[in-house]
């Protein structure tokens, strides 16, 4: 059974940091892809960052500048540092898996910026 498990959500002010782990546990074989995405109360979940087992890396706008995402291949972790938050960036932050074996999703934390 593969199992995805995030750490590191909260709350903190407007200038703030955070830094997101994600740890993926299980039978998955081949990981393709590792990220996070995120869903704010009223509006669809959106990808923030994605980063490949080649380390290429790919950013929502509003975030590029702000926030890094890294990749552990041989822990199978993902981290999202997450710089300068500003209120917008509140939301529930969800760790995504593509592997050969399909598409698993971290059961979400709390991110919430505000003063």
């Known amino acids: 059974q593969v199992q995805l498990v995030e750490s590191g959500g909260g709350l903190v002010q407007p200038g703030g940091s955070l830094r997101l782990s994600c740890v993926a546990s299980?039978?998955?074989?081949?990981?393709?892809?590792m990220g996070w995405y995120r869903q704010a109360p009223g509006k669809q979940r959106e990808l923030v960052a994605n980063a490949t087992s080649g380390d290429n890396a790919n950013y929502v706008d509003s975030v590029k500048g702000r926030f890094t995402i890294s990749r552990d291949n041989a822990k199978n972790t993902v981290t999202l540092q997450m710089n300068s938050l500003q209120p917008e960036d509140t939301a529930v932050y969800y760790c995504r898996m593509w592997s050969s074996r399909g598409i698993y999703w971290g059961q979400g934390t709390q991110v919430t910026v505000s003063s």
């Open positions: 299980g039978r998955f074989f081949d990981i393709y892809t």
